[in-house]
Nanobody, 123 residues
Framework: QVQLVESGGGLVQAGGSLRLSCAASGRSFSTYAMGWFRQAPGKEREFVAAIRRTGGITYYADSVKGRFTISRDNAKNMVYLQMNSLKPEDTAVYYC????????????????WGQGTQVTVSS
């Protein structure tokens, strides 16, 4: 069992930056692949980024590639999403998720989810 709590969301102007954090509690954090997903109003939840257990391999949606960076600190049970050059279309609730690492690009590959943190980018 893993509990996930996101933080770091807020309101930012276009072109600005935010760093989301996800604190994990429970056992064996380092055995999980971690992902970030987002859901905008009226839209389905979509994949943003993922990172393998050791942090050596990362994946990004095309829409955020080059602007967002996912990282993790297994010693602290933390995963991060650094978001730069934010755009209004990045506005969404961002969710942290943990899974076994079989399907890292799809929400079905994740067993545990946080409650989400709101990110709003103004134009």
């Amino acid at each position: 069992q893993v509990q996930l709590v996101e933080s770091g969301g807020g309101l930012v102007q276009a072109g600005g930056s935010l760093r989301l954090s996800c604190a994990a509690s429970g056992r064996s954090f380092s055995t999980y692949a971690m992902g970030w997903f987002r859901q905008a109003p009226g839209k389905e939840r979509e994949f943003v980024a993922a990172i393998r257990r050791t942090g050596g391999i990362t994946y990004y949606a095309d829409s955020v590639k080059g602007r967002f960076t996912i990282s993790r600190d297994n010693a602290k049970n933390m995963v991060y999403l650094q978001m730069n050059s934010l755009k209004p279309e990045d506005t969404a609730v961002y969710y942290c998720a943990a899974g076994p690492g079989i399907l890292v690009l799809h929400e079905n590959g994740y067993s545990y989810w946080g409650q989400g943190t709101q990110v709003t980018v103004s134009s």
